[in-house]
Nanobody, 116 residues
Framework: QVQLVESGGGLVQPGGSLRLSCAAS????????IHWDRQAPGKQRELVAG???????NYADFVKGRFTISRDNAKNTVYLQMDSLKPEDTAVYYC??????????WGQGTQVTVSS
């Protein structure tokens, strides 16, 4: 099993920055990739970014150039640096792990609110 704990959410003004963290524990060597997605009120969940064990990142078009995903293998943590935040980025952000087995594990989510 894999446990994921997100942190770093909060309230920020438009144009501001936040860094989310996703700390993994348990069977971390079974993880192929960790992703971030988000869900805003009344909207479907959407993929934001992901990074594989090999460090290959991918991003949704709407965050390219603003968000950066990275990983610190020594800390078993994946980060999502979010810059130039917009009100439409307001959502609950979840990290989830995709295992080599095809299973998925989810964190509890962290609220990001972009508002003046």
């Amino acid at each position: 099993q894999v446990q994921l704990v997100e942190s770093g959410g909060g309230l920020v003004q438009p144009g501001g920055s936040l860094r989310l963290s996703c700390a993994a524990s348990g069977s971390i060597f079974s993880i192929y990739a960790i992703h971030w997605d988000r869900q805003a009120p009344g909207k479907q969940r959407e993929l934001v970014a992901g990074i594989t064990t090999f460090g290959t990142p991918n991003y949704a078009d709407f965050v390219k150039g603003r968000f950066t995903i990275s990983r610190d293998n020594a800390k078993n943590t994946v980060y999502l640096q979010m810059d130039s935040l917009k009100p439409e980025d307001t959502a609950v952000y979840y990290c989830y792990a995709r295992l080599y087995s095809g299973h998925y594990y989810w964190g509890q989510g962290t609220q990001v609110t972009v508002s003046s």
